[in-house]
């Protein structure tokens, strides 16, 4: 649980920043995807889920076209399954389109390692062969362990091993920020 | 050799009340006792001051597995665990393999025993029918002179009414008495446990108290009806306690014994699915037990017998369906028992009667201390406290559901013919 | 929590707790692909020492959705047939480091005693007449889904309940989150003293399934050790048989369940068996993503 016993040091998006960002984040989007079909936005459990919900909503009314939608949990694709964590709650997967021949495009709030997004890709590939995916992150705070890079990123901040970078988000934690903060 | 035992309080019921005084042992007998101090130049003395000094303790139910069984438990160490519960007399029961039902048998176990055991008096009970088969007498008057005390065909109740009475009258015409392990096996088949709320939960198969409890008045009617004495072994219901108390009443000759795992367990403790609790008759219901504490303060119960059955550990590593029944019992005994007399249930001259009755039941010399009798004798430390630990026992087996009992009172000595045959060492 | 030896131990939150985190693998029961590679590289042996064609199959392909590797080990082809002792061979499996055993056993308290021994995970997957909790689990979530709620239900159990582990599982499963449980059968099928685990007795089938939620029949067994518990399969039929006209005194939304395999005319009739009350092959779709979630959530980390 990234939220218990975080020291924030320092805030580094407000919810107007925020929003902007998304909004830009919309703009690549569209300008990227645009000429494709057969384009879904798939959030990443959970709080992958409301940005890509706003996102959803902004191509939608922008655009005027019905985009499919879903979410995925990678719980059960992790793998630090067994490294003596806490095995985390499973949440449903929802994508109730055609993944064969989509081109998906994965929201999640940050990106850090890289492994909850090769765990989502492995995720979406169980449901069919999609013709491409596409990875938007609100935040890159560095640090790889994988060859994965995102397609959209919303803000890169420098951070430090021993430092967090905690997404709030109106829907489930009733603000919009982003801190960073001593673990 | 002199033996001077001073300052214990002495427990002799037969002889009349307690009192705090001295025994003195010269080459095997009592010679002198007396209430204060005795003196006696070269005699090794026994400081008993705060011990009980009672007569040696007889255990009339043992399973002693020689010949046949010697892995699980043989004479020898069968005695030695006698010594180290503070007994001094021993009962066998009859089957082992092959079974007590032959002369040979009976003195091969009683030569082993008086040759080279520890001075613990072995009396073989002997097979009621051949082969414990429940089919035809075994040769009863031979076994009597070969020197069993009573016949039974312990283990496996003899099914055929007209066999039982054959049995108890012939046995009558040697001075035998017929011991009956009291089962209903059409009511026992496949059982496992006690019928109970427990057997419910635990899903096993009960075995009902009316199995015991048809048996039980079957053989006093049979005593009743024949004139004779029955002794009834391990009785562990409340419901044949009530017919036992009916028939005592009606003057038949029925004694009764319970062993102190029914008084100190419940069907409950099945529940660890530990096989070590797996015992028969099974351990009962709570309501049973009380009653037997009822019955054991009452003298309704007359005797306490441990039903001493040696199993290999690797024989109870087992599935609970596939172990076989029994508990070691000789070295917790005392203990066990003893928590009556702390609890205030029973007084100590009850709890001496209880572990000497056996000696009245089948005639035989003991259970008194007297000035010229042979000196076996018990101490008992009733305030030393102590954790049962199996790995301790001089028993061979170590199948035991008192592991680890937090217990108060314990042996300290045991005396046979004179002879010490068990100290505790503290 | 390591184990799942039966459900009379667990609480009604970890019994939640388990039928909520099913709901997401019966996702993955409908896709296309069904599998996820959550247990893999982990081993998990089905040492299945009685007869079982369904729960098996189930475990089996609950271990395989999740990608764990699965041994199967039968009492034919295993060296208890060769007099080795079952703690002997549990030893010998231990040694092959397994993550998980699933067990299925006559002697009831079996999984108690491998769960001494081994350092593995045990599940039982059915005891003598103990316990068998992932068929409390499967039958909880499948009236779960079909009632939407598991407090506040009427439910019939009727069958032989003194030798049924089912019938102990879920009578613990039931009574815990606040349904109304009634057992029925036979006094000789009825065990002592049962009402102590919070059940409503009778041997009258219509008085249970007087407007029952649930109606949950269980198999009739064969001969035992101690002898026939009712005179002959036509006889228990004719007044122990679950049919159309038994049934018509439940609420008229009342579902039937039945653990299998079943005795079709003796228990429970064809037509009813095979109605639309029936969600007997619905369980055993559920079975599956409840295995799936016990597995992972036995398996995974620490979880608590």
Redesign the interface.
């Known amino acids: 649980m990234k939220r218990k016993g975080l020291n924030i040091t320092k805030v580094i998006m407000n919810a107007e920043e925020m929003e902007r960002t998304i909004n830009r984040m919309v703009h690549e989007i569209i300008e990227r995807v645009g000429p494709k079909k057969n384009v879904a936005i798939v959030g990443i459990r959970t709080r992958g889920v409301p940005i890509a919900e706003r996102i959803l909503k902004k191509i939608q009314e922008l655009e005027k076209v019905k985009v499919a939608s879903g979410t995925i949990d990678i719980a059960l694709y992790r793998d630090d399954f067994f490294k003596g964590l806490a095995s985390p709650e499973v949440g449903p997967s929802n994508l109730n389109f055609n993944v064969d021949g989509a081109n998906i495009v994965l929201i999640d709030d940050v990106i850090y390692t890289g492994r909850t997004v090769r765990a989502a890709i492995d995720a979406v590939m169980d449901y069919g062969r999609p013709a491409s995916i596409m990875y938007a992150a609100l935040v890159d705070r560095g640090h790889r362990e994988l060859p994965i890079q995102p397609d959209f990123v919303g803000k890169a901040v420098q951070t430090g091993d021993n430092e967090a970078v905690a997404v709030y988000l109106k829907e489930i934690d009733d603000e919009d920020k982003v801190v960073v903060g001593e673990k | 050799m002199k033996l001077l035992i001073k300052n214990g309080t002495i427990v002799n019921p037969k002889a009349g009340k307690s009192f705090v005084g001295s025994i003195l042992v010269e080459n095997g007998k009592i010679t002198k006792i007396a209430k204060g101090d005795l003196t006696a130049d070269g005699a090794e003395t026994v400081n008993a001051a705060g011990m009980i000094v009672t007569p040696g303790l007889i255990d009339l139910h043992v399973h002693f597995r020689d010949p046949g069984f010697e892995e699980k438990e043989d004479i020898l160490t069968g005695l030695e665990a006698a010594a180290a519960g503070g007994f001094t007399a021993v009962c066998t029961m009859p089957n082992t393999s092959p079974a007590c039902d032959n002369i040979g048998t009976i003195e091969y176990q009683t030569k082993k025993a008086a040759k080279q055991g520890n001075g613990v008096r072995l009396y073989p009970i002997a097979a009621a029918s051949k082969g414990l088969k429940g089919e035809t007498m075994a040769p009863i008057g031979e076994l009597k002179e070969g020197g069993a005390i009573a016949i039974s065909d312990d283990g496996k109740p003899i099914t055929d009414s007209s066999l039982l009475q054959r049995v108890m009258q012939y046995a009558s015409s040697f001075g035998l008495m017929y011991v009956s392990h009291s089962e209903d096996t059409y009511l026992s088949k496949g059982g496992q446990m006690n019928e109970s709320y427990f057997s419910t939960l635990y899903g096993m198969q009960g075995i009902p108290a009316v199995g015991e409890a048809l048996s039980v008045a079957r053989e006093c009617l049979m005593a009743q009806y024949l004139g004779l004495p029955v002794h009834i072994c391990h009785v562990s219901t409340k419901m044949s306690l009530d017919l036992i108390a009916y028939f005592k009443a009606q003057g038949v000759k029925v004694t009764a014994e319970t062993a102190p795992h029914y008084l100190s367990l419940t069907d409950e403790a099945v529940g660890s699915y530990d096989t070590n609790t797996k015992v028969n008759p099974p351990l009962r219901s709570e309501e049973d037990r009380q009653a037997l504490i009822a019955a054991v303060k009452s003298g309704l119960i007359d005797a306490i017998a441990t039903d001493h059955a040696p199993h290999h550990e690797r024989d109870k590593n087992v599935e609970f369906n596939t172990a076989p029944s029994g508990m070691v019992g000789l070295e917790t005994a005392v203990p066990l028992v003893y928590k009556l007399v702390h609890d205030k249930q029973i007084t100590i001259e009850r709890f001496v009667e209880l572990f000497t009755a056996g000696y009245g039941i089948f005639g035989l010399e003991g259970g008194v201390l007297t000035e010229g009798g042979r000196a076996d004798i018990t101490l008992i430390d009733p305030e030393y406290q102590w954790t049962i630990d199996k790995n301790m026992f001089r028993s061979k087996s170590r199948n035991t559901p008192f592991h680890g009992f937090h217990v108060k009172g314990a042996v300290f000595r045991t005396i046979a013919g004179g002879k010490t045959v068990f100290t505790r060492a503290y | 929590m390591k184990h799942l030896l039966g459900i009379?131990n667990l609480n009604r939150d970890q019994i939640m707790h388990i039928l909520e985190?099913a709901?997401?693998?019966e996702?993955?029961n409908q896709?296309?692909?069904k599998?996820?590679?959550?247990?893999k590289g982990?081993s998990v042996i089905n040492f299945f020492a009685e007869p079982s064609t369904r729960t098996r199959m189930s475990f089996e392909v609950a271990e395989k959705r999740?990608s764990a590797d699965s041994y199967n080990i039968a009492v034919s082809g295993s060296a208890i047939t060769k007099g080795e002792?079952?703690?002997d061979t549990a030893l010998n499996l231990q040694a092959m480091a397994p993550d998980c055993l699933i067990i299925r056993?006559?002697?009831?308290?079996?999984p108690?005693?491998l769960a001494q021994i081994m350092d593995c995970s045990i599940i039982n997957a059915g005891?003598?007449?103990?316990?068998h909790p992932t068929q409390a689990l499967l039958d909880a979530y499948t009236i779960q889904k079909k009632k939407g709620r598991l407090d506040g239900l009427k439910v019939a159990l009727m069958g032989d309940i003194?030798h049924s582990?089912v019938a102990?599982s879920n009578i613990h499963l039931l009574t815990k989150t606040g349904s109304h449980v009634t057992v029925a059968g036979p006094a000789t099928m009825i065990?002592?003293?049962?009402k102590?685990?919070g059940v409503e007795v009778t041997y009258d089938p219509k008085e249970a399934v007087k407007d029952a939620d649930i109606v949950m029949m269980l198999r009739i067994q064969e001969e035992?050790?101690?002898g026939l518990m009712y005179p002959d399969r036509r006889e228990y039929a004719k007044f122990f048989c679950l049919d159309e006209k038994l049934l018509s005194y439940a609420k008229p939304d009342a579902t039937v369940m039945h653990p299998g395999p079943a005795n079709r005319g003796v228990e429970i009739d064809d037509n009813i068996m095979d109605g639309d009350r029936s969600v007997i092959l619905e369980q055993v779709a559920n079975g599956v993503a409840v295995r799936m979630a016990v597995l992972?959530?036995l398996l995974?980390?620490?979880?608590?």
């Open positions: 009379e985190t709901v997401s693998f996702e993955i896709r296309q692909i599998k996820v590679p959550t247990l982990l999740l002792t079952l703690s056993h006559a002697v009831s308290g079996t108690h005693m005891d003598g007449f103990h316990e003194a582990r102990r065990p002592k003293d049962i102590k685990l035992r050790e101690s992972y959530l995974g980390g620490s979880n608590s």
